[in-house]
């Protein structure tokens, strides 16, 4: 199993980004998928999850509204737009293989968002 996560950077408040997590080694279209941020000096948030097929997203409180979580099964790959950012959205953020929770048996390495002018 193998998660790889892209398109973290540096972006001023109110920008947007696109995070990507390639899945390879499991049928990922058999998983549940969430994506989870650990702010530098915190413990990991859950951020949002996807069902299967992508029918339904469930989002936390501080993301609501401005995040959107997507999958494309056929590539093998998961989505995070993320717009309107706040500089406590800063962290590193990771996909994992389940359901809502921050502690996977498998996940990716992350890929840092920064927010900040």
């Known amino acids: 199993v193998q998660l790889v996560e892209s398109g973290g950077g540096m972006v001023q408040p109110g920008g947007s980004l696109r995070l990507s997590c390639a899945a390879s080694?499991?049928?990922?279209?058999?998983?549940?998928m969430t994506w989870a941020r650990q702010a530098p000096g915190k413990g990991p948030e859950w951020v949002s999850s996807i069902t299967t097929r992508g029918e339904t997203t469930w989002y936390a409180d501080s993301v609501k509204g401005r995040f959107t979580m997507s999958r494309d099964n056929a590539k093998n790959t998961l989505y995070l737009q993320m717009d309107g950012l706040k500089p406590e959205d800063t962290a590193l953020y990771y996909c994992g293989r389940g359901g809502k929770n921050t502690d996977f048996q498998y996940r990716g390495q992350g890929t840092q968002v920064t927010v900040s002018t």
């Open positions: 080694g499991f049928t990922f279209s058999n998983y549940i």
